[in-house]
Structure formats: structure tokens, C-alpha cells
């Protein structure tokens, strides 16, 4: 495939986004926030609208509870590949978009300046699944579809999809495919385009812990236990000041490294001095003086984090009070091998070996990890045919893990196939924050691998 082929499928590309981009707007404006559920049955008849202008089938399933699961079925074209069926993961709920004041823009209101498309969602997850749907419309036009394609859509991945693994189970039949791709992805901060094999897991825990019923004068501390103080010993306990986790049991099920897994993080590119300015850190990375380099750590390492820590009185001046309790967050990023629940008794046992039997522990959030090995031959097939649209401009790469997470495990083990992410998003794409957006370049160019990832998955 030659150049000539690439400017003609972008161009292609954009063509067809203009013909759909006030459906791809309209559908933006739905303010489809699963965790206040706002408009989520009019997100869903949208969305079955959609699929079915595109030429597919739709069934709502809506059996299980929570938010409805869609399930698209586009058939291969007489002249197509029946045999060959690629299934596309998708979400249709968005984060809330608060703080309101922090957009420059209104997030529900789709604006486009200097070629960048504003919205909540339009990242996570709206424009990948228009460039999607944008792909198969490009190939319908240009004779038909060269495979079965199904889409599986839900409403509950910005809540931790409590839902979708009953749906998957019980509709494992309907959903059935040879492959995967994957709801997101994107150019990283060095415009190479990402291919991501896998994602970690997480385990997302409340501890909270009471001394006392009601707030007490300070001057009781001389005799009082302070929640504040014993909460802060427990989190201590569980990790080290060298950064280690020291819970027995957490890293049970972990495989050693293998040396093609270090090599797959050592191709990846990581600029230290642009992490630094980007975020604006004060202290080294928690990886130096140590045997892990960061893009180890960042792909295929499990993480402790304290997200919040709240106690006693915040405001300004003074208060002097002995607080009747404190409460944390604790975030733990799983890999494979790790068992959400299973980390979750080795934190409770922990803290009652440690003498924190006090510090209630409720895990609220859990999903496993989930890797395709990169040597798979579809995340060869999808790399490939990125290099096919990107070309030199922007390097494709492999990254075994995203250092995020999403249901790709229940995929995994009901589905059994292989997973690919990939998207239109880029570096600064603010998916979850204030002035979400993305390139529309970067947009028809996924539109343009998707048809053309197609088109060799049906060959």
C-alpha cells in the first residue's frame, strides 16, 4: 500500500465525517453522565438510531440491570469474509463535567477552534465510536463490509461497569468474535501512535476509622486516640519509605518479567525532563536508585495510592478539635495474576495483624487486568495497518499495558479473544477533566485505519 493510498483513505475519511459530523455533534450534546443518570435512556435511542442508519442490526439488552447494554451487527458483504467477525467495545456514559468553571467552553455544546473539538466525552468515548461507525459508512459506500462487525456498547464504564459482567456472560453467544478493539486510545505526548495490548486492574477501597462519637476539645488528646493519627499509621504500615507495598499476599499471582516484556517497555518512549514540566513535579521519581525503569513500572507494576485523606476541621484560621474520625481513599492498579478480592483480604488481614482490626475496610471499585501478548498476530495486524495510514509522521508503537483500567478482563474471560486499544484521542486530549477534546486530523485518521484495519481483518 503506497502513499497514494493513505492520502486517499484519509481524504476519504474526512469526507465522511463531514457527511455525519451533526449526527457526531448532536450526539455530544446528550449528557450521558452515568453516575447522576442524566439522559441515559435518550442516549440509548440515539445510539440504536445511529448504528441502524449506518446499516446495522440493534438489540437492547436491558435483562440484567443497570444501564442498557447495545449490541450492532453489521454482516459481511456478499463479497466479504462471513467467517471473520471483529467485535468494537465501546461506552456511551461520560464523566460528570465539573468543575464548570475551569471550560472554556460549554462541555455539553460541541465547539471547534483552531481544529480542535470541545466536549465532554468527545475523548472518552463519543469520537471513537463515530470513527467506528464512520468506517463501516466509507466502506458500505465503496461496495460493502468486508467482515461481521459487532459493536458492544455500555453506559457504566465511567462508574466501573458493575453491570457488564452479567451481560457478558449471559450473552457471551451473541457477542462472540475472532477479535477486539478496544474503546480507547490515542498519540501519546511525542505524536507516536499508541497501540495498547492490555490494562491493569483495580481495587478502589474506603478505610475509615471512629475514636469517638461526636468531635472532642484537643486538649483530650493527652488521653484520647486521635483518628486522624491511627489511620495515617495504617496506611503507613502497608507501604514502606522506599515506595515497596509490605501487605503479605498482595503480589501473589504475579509472574516474573520475562526478557521480552522488558524489552517491550524499554522500546517505549519516556522523556523524564517533559514528565517533570508536564506535571509540574517537585521530588525525583519514585523509580530511581531502583532496578525498575519507569515504563516497566508504568505497564506492567501494581501501585498503592492514597487519593484523599479527610478529617477534623479543613477551613481557614483555627479549630482546635480532636476529630471523631477519619476516612481515605486507597487505589491499588492491579496486573495479571492479581485478583481484586484477593487484595483485598491481604489489606484486611494486614491491618488486623498489624492491630487496625478498627479501620473498616469496603472495596467500592474492581475490575482485573487484562494483556494480549504483543506478539499476537492481531495486535500485529493492527499495528500494521496503522503504519499503513500513519506512515513516518507518527511512529506506531506497542505499549503492553495501559497504566489505566476498564472491563477488558470480563472480555477476556468469557470472550477469549485478543484486544487492541486504539482511538482518536491525543496527549492532551483532558479526557475526565475541563475542556475535553480532540484533533479533528487525529480523528480522520483513525476513521482511515479503522477501514483499513477492516479490510485486512476480512482478507
Not at 209 to 218: E, G, L, P, Q, R
Request: aromatic fraction near 10%.
Amino acid at each position: 500500500m503506497t502513499r497514494t493510498y493513505q492520502t486517499t483513505a484519509i481524504e476519504s475519511a474526512q469526507e465522511m465525517a463531514h457527511k455525519r459530523m451533526e449526527e457526531f455533534e448532536d450526539y455530544l450534546r446528550l449528557e450521558s453522565v452515568s453516575t447522576a443518570n442524566r439522559q441515559i435512556p435518550e442516549t440509548v435511542a440515539y445510539v440504536k438510531a445511529l448504528i441502524e442508519k449506518t446499516g446495522g442490526e440493534v438489540q437492547v439488552l436491558d435483562d440484567l440491570g443497570g444501564n442498557p447494554v447495545i449490541y450492532g451487527f453489521f454482516a459481511a458483504s456478499p463479497q466479504g469474509n462471513s467467517e471473520r467477525t471483529l467485535l468494537f467495545y465501546n461506552h456511551y456514559d461520560v464523566q460528570p463535567p465539573e468543575p464548570l468553571e475551569e471550560w472554556l467552553t460549554e462541555p455539553f455544546e460541541p465547539t471547534v477552534s483552531d481544529g480542535v473539538l470541545y466536549a465532554r466525552g468527545v475523548s472518552d468515548n463519543k469520537a471513537n465510536f463515530m470513527a467506528r461507525l464512520n468506517a463501516l459508512s466509507v466502506l458500505r459506500e465503496a461496495g460493502g463490509f468486508p467482515c461481521n462487525v459487532k459493536f458492544l456498547l455500555e453506559g457504566e464504564e465511567e462508574i466501573g461497569s458493575p453491570n457488564l459482567g452479567r451481560y457478558i456472560e449471559k450473552y457471551a453467544d451473541l457477542f462472540k468474535a475472532d477479535a477486539c478493539i478496544w474503546e480507547a486510545g490515542s498519540k501519546d505526548k511525542y505524536e507516536n501512535y499508541v497501540v495498547s495490548a492490555g490494562m491493569k486492574g483495580i481495587a478502589y477501597f474506603d478505610l475509615e476509622v471512629d475514636t469517638a462519637s461526636i468531635d472532642i476539645h484537643s486538649s483530650m488528646a493527652a488521653i484520647v486516640d486521635n483518628p486522624a493519627w491511627r489511620l495515617i499509621h495504617a496506611l503507613e504500615s502497608m507501604k514502606n519509605s522506599n515506595n515497596e507495598i509490605v501487605v503479605e499476599g498482595f503480589h501473589d499471582g504475579i509472574q516474573p518479567l520475562s526478557e521480552k516484556d522488558k524489552l517491550a517497555a524499554a522500546t517505549l518512549p519516556f522523556e523524564p525532563d517533559q514528565v517533570v514540566e508536564q506535571y509540574g513535579l517537585t521530588g525525583k521519581f519514585i523509580t530511581d536508585g531502583t532496578d525498575v525503569t519507569p515504563t516497566e513500572a508504568l505497564a506492567f507494576y501494581p501501585t498503592m495510592t492514597v487519593c484523599g485523606f479527610s478529617s477534623g476541621y479543613t477551613g481557614p484560621g483555627i479549630k482546635t478539635v480532636l476529630p471523631r474520625s477519619a476516612k481515605a481513599k486507597l487505589d491499588c492498579r492491579l496486573v495479571p495474576g492479581q485478583s481484586p478480592e484477593k487484595v483485598r483480604d491481604s489489606v484486611r488481614r494486614h491491618l488486623d495483624e498489624k492491630g487496625f482490626e478498627d479501620v473498616r475496610l469496603t472495596m467500592i471499585a474492581a475490575e482485573g487486568a487484562q494483556r494480549t501478548s504483543v506478539e499476537d498476530p492481531f495486535i500485529q495486524t493492527v499495528v500494521q495497518t496503522a503504519q499503513t495510514v500513519y506512515g513516518d509522521k507518527n511512529p506506531v508503537i506497542v505499549s503492553p499495558s495501559m497504566a489505566g483500567t476498564g472491563p477488558s478482563e470480563l472480555f477476556e474471560k468469557y470472550l477469549h479473544l485478543p484486544i487492541a486499544g486504539v482511538g482518536a484521542g491525543w496527549a492532551h486530549s483532558g479526557a475526565h477533566a475541563p475542556n475535553e477534546n480532540i484533533r479533528l486530523e487525529d480523528f480522520y485518521e483513525n476513521i482511515a485505519h479503522m477501514v483499513t484495519l477492516m479490510e485486512v481483518f476480512g482478507s
